[in-house]
């Protein structure tokens, strides 16, 4: 297969995860013979610097004609938080969100065997924990009209959410359940917010079209304690934009490190698939970034263009990474690798298997050189 991907690596720790990611991605390029052309671009801060816009016209028209984007994390301190417009980065990724539709964003929540100890839950809570999440990306209060007064002493934020743009993830959230355990969690507020009563509504008559998936609710503020008290409990948790954003970040702790998270968001044309985390600007160059849920992204992007083979043998990659101690310090503090080390070692694994005798907790030697 021949795949187009353009690599938005942004901000922070983005280049050095995203290139593990590549790595991962050409090592399975070689073994299964299929052709991926990367193409770079700039979005966030790093766009700002080179251009003036978080997200430039360039970039924008790079991924309308793409099969696939690929992107790190935005954000940098010198631009702090508070601005508007096209002048913080973090309004770049929104807008990309918007212009090519990606409407629903998908969260994976599977811990891994090897990483059950390192969670801050119990392992009786963590074991067997696997659910997804489905954030609806592109409307509700981050999109909606956002209001200031004069005096710069009253703000609002507008939530607004139509009957189709709920009822779009809703149906990718009732199908991935019919392939899972055949269970749908709505979360929301409809106790006092007029558009979660909207939710319900819609998600409500929605489901009369799949009668094999049980679906129940629950308020956002339930559903956060639900998610560390007994997180077993879930399989698809559908909800919108704001309280998917916090529910996701919450479920991190549940694997032991935000830095394995993978996800996907998807249009109806387009497709974007990212870690989690954020930029961690303070590890910026110091090889101590996390890159397991950069790759296992890329992994996602094999998946959802039907290359299950090859997205299986990228998360065997990281499993193996994990049994053999081959962890960054969020996971080991005591490690003596880094990001490069981890993300040579899931390349090796992909390459050749018989170079893993060269990784073990004494001393660190590379079997093949880096893969660029």
């Not at 991907?5 to 901000?11: E, F, M, R």
Request: proline residues 3%; charged residues 25%.
């Amino acid at each position: 297969m021949n795949l187009k991907i353009a690599v938005l690596s942004g901000d922070g720790i983005g280049p050095e995860v995203i290139l593990q990611a590549k790595k991962a991605l050409y090592a399975i390029g070689v073994v299964y013979e299929h052709d991926f052309i990367f193409e770079d671009a700039f979005i966030g801060a790093i766009a700002i610097d080179k251009t003036g816009s978080s997200l430039p016209e360039q970039t924008l028209n790079l991924c309308r004609n793409t099969d696939a984007v690929l992107l790190g994390a935005i954000g940098d301190p010198k631009y702090g938080t508070e601005t508007a417009s096209d002048t913080a980065p973090e309004n770049g990724l929104l807008k990309l969100r918007k212009e090519l539709g990606l409407f629903a964003n998908i969260r994976p929540l599977k811990p891994f065997k090897g990483l059950l100890d390192v969670s801050p839950l119990k392992r009786e809570i963590v074991e067997g924990v696997d659910f997804v999440i489905y954030r609806e990306l592109t409307a509700g209060i981050y999109f909606g009209e956002k209001k200031l007064n004069e005096s710069g002493t009253i703000a609002s934020d507008l939530c607004e959410y139509s009957e189709d743009e709920i009822t779009r993830i809703a149906h990718l959230a009732f199908q991935s359940a019919q392939k899972r355990r055949k269970k749908l969690t709505l979360v929301d507020m409809a106790n006092v917010l007029e558009s979660s009563r909207l939710w319900r509504k819609v998600v409500k008559k929605i489901s009369e079209g799949y009668p094999d998936v049980a679906l129940d609710f629950l308020f956002a503020d339930n559903a956060a304690k639900q998610i560390i008290s007994n997180p077993k409990q879930f399989d698809v948790i559908l909800t919108g934009n704001l309280f998917g954003d916090m529910l996701s970040d919450e479920a991190s702790v549940i694997t032991g490190s935000i830095g394995v998270l993978a996800s996907a968001s998807l249009g109806e044309k387009n497709a974007l698939f990212e870690p989690v985390h954020g930029s961690y600007p303070h590890a910026k160059g110091r090889n101590i970034a996390n890159p397991f849920a950069a790759i296992l992204s890329a992994a996602m992007l094999l998946e959802h263009f039907g290359l299950t083979e090859e997205a299986k043998k990228i998360n065997q990659g990281v499993e193996k990474a994990i049994e053999y101690n081959v962890v960054t310090i969020d996971l080991n503090p005591d490690t003596k690798f880094g990001t490069n080390e981890v993300g040579e070692f899931i390349s090796n694994f992909i390459l050749n298997k018989d170079d893993l005798m060269y990784f073990n907790n004494d001393n660190v030697h590379l079997g093949q050189s880096t893969i660029v």
